[in-house]
């Protein structure tokens, strides 16, 4: 008996080792019958091939023309429930491993833990006091899942670190018997997903102690915590003072500070990646007088 090509091809084929490793990916919410990119095994519409592992009846095989074996989804598939995918391709000859990434869509709403809070005050409360920290959760990845607090509208008693959801006060409380402050979250999606507000109430009252003696020294010490996932680049803090109408901002600590700031917006970005707690020093200048913190 003579070999045609056809015939030779399938016997190549089958001879073929397949204990190789194969990656791919897929995103998630795709439509059924999606392909896995990147996953294309040698086989045949001839080969007995199974598909094993857990969740592996999220997936089904499918045979190419030109005898090869893909894989697509068999449902949506949701990353936030299985982000990746351990799966065997059984062959008469042997099996194959196959990783499946299931790649975020942005299709988490960022969502503040916990509601509504009321604080109470002192009307001597110093300025820089942390009032509230508020906290959020959004269940996708890296920017998508990266979530940024701001106050809408913006206000001018309080300041929110964007990163931190932390809530300080920046001017004076005298005069004033309430505020409330509406506190917005949205993550970082290349379309933003914003969540539902909360309210920060207020309540202001002058007898008893404020909750820090007041401060007698100039320096000013704000500690502000930077998470973990910030970027460089990112606003981490904008130096809360707004006693002095003419004022700027400078950097006194050295040139490797972790931490730039804008000479007059006073808003401090991150430069560099940071490995430990950092102190930086800072001046605020105005017309009058000298006021100093370091954060
Ligand atoms: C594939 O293999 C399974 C078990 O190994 C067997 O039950 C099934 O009949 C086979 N199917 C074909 C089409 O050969
Ligand atoms: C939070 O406060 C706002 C405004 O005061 C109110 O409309 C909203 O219902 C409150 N939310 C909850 C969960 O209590």
Redesign the pocket.
Known sequence: MTLTGPVLLHLLLLLLPVSARYFGHIAENSPVGTPVSGVLLPGGSHLNATLTGDYASDFRLVHHRDHRLGLVSAKALDREFIAMYQLTVQLPRGAAAVQVEVSDRNDNIPRFIG??RTVEVHALTPLGTELARFDAKDGDAESNGRVTFYASPESHLLHVAPQTGQVRLVRSLLGVRQA?LRLCVRDGGSVALIGDP??LHLNVHRSGNPRKPRAVREDVVLSVSVPQQAALGDLLFTVPDQRFQQRWFQMLSEADSPVQIERDSGRVYLTRDLLEPAEVLLKIHNSRGKKRGSL
């Open positions: 509601g509504n409330t909360v309210f």
